[in-house]
């Protein structure tokens, strides 16, 4: 947290050297007078991937609203490499090469994951607002898309209307709409929640893979997620900032491990 | 349940998957059989009750374009179909063009109302939407029945003609006017059809199903809902313009809100989000209406305001939609659950 620099030019560079990918400069979100986001300074270094982490309403999930534009912020800026995208709608974020997926699975229940992956194939791309022309103009997508629902594991379901899938089927398929915007920036929100182990570790390999090449943010609970993926890890605990560091170091710091046994021993 | 969405039948109604998409052997057969049925209504019923049929039912697609695939539910689209239908009397009376030109016209000034009503309309969704469209549509309903100058205040518009180029038969008897307005009619089916099939129809849907989700693959909600309500009021007004001129006369009653529910009516019957529904709706309320009034009774709300309780109670797809499912589920197709939709957009925020 480095108060004194709210109003300066968000920093293009990270203390490291390396450039930054995302970054938020004194963020804060009231609801009717409560401080849901505190003051939140944040700098994702391009090409790692940094986890959120928090106790339950430590505000992860404000944070994420604020940083994709379904929130707008009380204050601060929010920069993505180095452009100003503070108050930009949602989709005009995801056209600045941010995207998100969601804590709740959040899909399409009429249409089929081959559907989905052409509409993020064809978001990215434009012309939906062409209703002159035929739908055979999404087939241009079509073998793209069957890569990405190759890659996560969907291909026998591919013509299935989504409200049919399975939990870590329509997680699955999350991801693959997550990819197919091709972004620079991925935020996932909790892309484990409710998962058995066994689709976890199988998560952890996939989000590995996209990784590559990318800067990932995500949300999780899961410690065995957060140390395996994450380079960096942000703390939160009632909208601030608690610590910042790499896995080890956050793990050690004392007021981690107090507010995380708090919040166990409430539970 | 739905937080966003406006209604719930929406969902499993507007089932794009089932029945008789994709294949293609009995949507060819299904487009023969409704075609020859479109050619042979003049002869089975009275011209102008034909003709009704045929402007209703292209209200009703242009409604189930909005409702069905947007899930927008719009209680004032008697706007553009009345609006419509008074330009199109205006036009004909007073510049005497062909009756088509009538029409279109009607049906452009249909679009240039709904474009700042839709802006205005769109950022609400649910009951919201239906009561702001309800107001404008009402407001439009004081403003045409103060401007008797021009709209001829309760008497309405008289003496509307059908001009044709002369062709005497098309201008003075009904049964030759049903063919020659039929193209008209068609060719709006036709342009409803191309939209839901189109890249923009698949937004659409997708905007209907959860509109947090498509904005997050970086589409302009906003600007797809403002797009197919415009498009839709331009099908209303032309089927409205249509209306007016069969009937020689432009009444109040085009621009009432009794006209806006009537067409929610047939649509939901029909079943929505099929576009085949909301044709089979109107033949059945038009026909049902026409024989009760035929045969002097006077409490014919009663009896399609019961037509619809039941259909709505027992049949919640309405009539197209059990049919499709029927078909759908003898071929051993999974049919969509009452209650697919869990999970919805806005959550989590």
């Known amino acids: 947290m480095n108060a004194a620099d709210h109003d300066a030019a968000p920093a293009q560079e990270h203390a490291t050297g390396r450039t930054v990918a995302l970054s938020a400069r004194g963020l804060s979100k009231d609801f009717r007078g409560f401080r849901a986001v505190r003051n939140v300074d944040l700098d994702v270094v391009e090409g790692e991937v940094h986890a959120l982490v928090g106790p339950n309403g430590a ?12 929130l707008k912020p009380t204050e601060g800026t929010i920069t993505v490499h180095g452009k100003d995208i503070t108050g930009r709608e949602p989709e005009q974020i995801a056209h600045e090469g941010v995207a998100r997926s969601f804590q709740i699975t959040s899909l399409f229940d009429n249409l089929t994951p081959r559907e989905h992956v ?44 989504a409200g049919e899938l399975a939990y870590g089927q329509k997680r699955a398929l999350e991801m693959a709409l997550v990819i197919s915007l091709d972004p620079k920036v991925l935020l996932l929100d909790e892309p484990t929640a409710g998962m058995g182990r066994e689709d976890v570790n199988r998560t952890i390999e996939l989000v590995r893979q996209i990784a590559v090449g990318r800067t990932v943010v995500f949300v999780d609970h899961n410690m065995h997620v957060v140390g395996s993926l994450a380079h960096h890890v942000t703390v939160l605990m009632a909208g601030e900032v608690l610590a910042q560091g790499t896995y080890d170091t956050v793990r050690t710091d004392s007021r981690v491990i107090s507010a995380y046994l708090g919040e166990e021993s409430r539970a | 349940m739905r937080s966003t969405t ?22 060819w057969a299904l487009l023969a059989v409704g075609l ?10 009275y011209p102008p009750v034909a003709m009704d049929i045929a402007a209703w039912a292209l209200f009703a697609v242009a409604l189930d374009l909005l409702l069905g695939y947007a899930g927008l539910l719009s209680f004032g689209h008697a706007a553009f179909w009345g609006s419509s239908a008074y330009v199109t009397g205006l036009v004909a009376i007073e510049l005497g063009l062909p009756f088509p030109v009538a029409a279109l016209l009607g049906a452009v000034a249909a679009m240039a109302l709904a474009l700042p009503i839709g802006l205005l309309s769109v950022r609400r969704s649910g009951i919201y939407f239906a009561m702001v469209t309800l107001a404008f549509a009402q407001m439009l309903f004081f403003v045409v029945n103060q401007w008797r100058d021009v709209t001829g205040g309760e008497n309405g518009l008289q003496g509307v003609p059908r001009n044709f180029f002369g062709i005497e038969a098309v201008e003075t008897e009904p049964f030759y006017f049903y063919y020659a307005a039929l193209p008209l009619i068609l060719a709006g089916m036709w342009f409803a059809w191309r939209v839901v099939h189109s890249p923009f129809g698949r937004v659409l849907v997708a905007t209907r199903d959860n509109p947090a989700r498509a904005r997050a693959l970086g589409y302009n909600v906003e600007r797809y809902r403002v797009t197919v309500f415009v498009l839709s009021a331009g099908l209303a007004g032309l089927a ?16 009432s809100w009794q006209t806006s ?12 989000g099929t576009l ?14 026409d024989q009760l009034a035929s045969s002097g009774f006077d409490g014919i709300g009663i009896i399609t305001g019961s037509v619809f309780v039941i259909v709505v109670l027992l049949f919640r797809s309405g009539v197209w939609g059990t049919v499709t499912n029927l078909v759908a589920r003898r071929r051993g197709q999974k049919v969509p659950s009452e209650d697919i939709g869990a999970a919805d957009s806005e959550q989590g925020l």
């Open chain 1, 59 to 70: 505000g992860k999930t404000t944070l994420f609203n604020l940083l994709t534009g379904y």
């Open chain 1, 118 to 161: 052409e509409l993020g194939l064809q978001g990215m791309a434009g012309g939906g607002l062409r209703f002159w022309r035929s739908d055979k103009r999404l087939l241009q997508y079509r073998e793209r898309a069957d890569e990405l629902i190759a890659e996560v594991g969907l291909s026998a379901l591919a013509d299935r209307p």
């Open chain 2, 6 to 27: 406006d209604t719930p039948e929406a969902v499993q109604a507007g089932q794009t998957r089932p029945g008789l998409r994709g294949r293609s052997p009995a949507r």
């Open chain 2, 36 to 45: 020859v049925v479109a050619l042979a209504l003049p002869w089975v019923i």
């Open chain 2, 240 to 255: 409205g313009g249509l209306f007016a001129l069969s009937h020689g006369f432009v009444s109040l009653q085009e621009v």
């Open chain 2, 261 to 272: 529910g009537k067409v929610v009516l047939i649509t939901v019957l029909g079943g929505i």
């Open chain 2, 276 to 289: 085949w529904g909301a044709i089979i709706g109107a033949g059945l309320i038009v026909t049902l209406e």
